[in-house]
T-cell receptor, first 111, second 114 residues
């Protein structure tokens, strides 16, 4: 089955700097990779996802890149703001409907 | 429209007691998932239901855990003979029938086993 590893577990950046979170997966058949953001005390919410037919997807200050050969995908946040502070989870499918989540990255944006 | 709802929001129980956690998915969502999130940890997959298919129970940590989904809508997660290590936030999520769709999470039930 799928195995997902996420790094780093914690990340502190100065406001305005960029943040990068990386995930690796094991199942070469996986072809959909979502990222969820969980603010303190709140439920996880999808912020961006990518399918394997593209190598990069961007939505304003957030982008995700995918390297299928190396089996890793990364979340990039540019011009970070305090409201970006949260825990971010990557996920990869195991089969058609089941998802395996990474262990999460706690991002702290320092003002 | 209404999102995913869960009840209760908090549950404190004594070791050895049984508990039931409820999830109401978004109307029309045929896929329903249960996850466990321990303090400061990731999302641990427990079980998912897809339409009328047999559920994938591969993530249930022991036979004390069970779940059912009645009428393809509401789901109940039952933990029998609770242990202190069962203390966690239990999250439910639902999504449309198509694969690779966004999962919409509920607010979770915080379970504390004393």
């Amino acid at each position: 089955g799928e195995n997902v590893e996420q790094h780093p577990s914690t990340l502190s950046v100065q406001e305005g700097d960029s943040a990068v979170i990386k995930c690796t997966y094991s199942d070469s058949a996986s072809n959909y990779f979502p990222w969820y953001k969980q603010e303190l005390g709140k439920r996880p919410q999808l912020i961006i996802d990518i399918r394997s037919n593209v190598g990069e997807k961007k939505d304003q200050r957030i982008a995700v890149t995918l390297n299928k050969t190396a089996k890793h995908f990364s979340l990039h946040i540019t011009e970070t703001q305090p409201e970006d502070s949260a825990v971010y989870f990557c996920a990869a499918p195991s089969g058609t409907y089941k998802y395996i989540f990474g262990t999460g990255t706690r991002l702290k944006v320092l003002a | 429209g209404a999102g995913v709802s869960q009840s209760p929001s908090n549950k404190v129980t004594e070791k050895g007691k049984d508990v039931e956690l409820r999830c109401d998915p978004i109307s029309g969502h045929t896929a329903l998932y249960w996850y466990r999130q321990s303090l400061g940890q990731g999302l641990e997959f427990l079980i998912y239901f897809q339409g009328n298919s047999a559920p994938d129970k591969s993530g249930l940590p022991s036979d004390r855990f069970s779940a059912e989904r009645t009428g393809g809508s509401v789901s109940t997660l039952t933990i029998q003979r609770t242990q202190q290590e069962d203390s966690a936030v239990y999250l439910c999520a639902s999504s449309l029938v198509l694969a690779y769709n966004e999962q919409f999470f509920g607010p979770g039930t915080r379970l504390t086993v004393l």
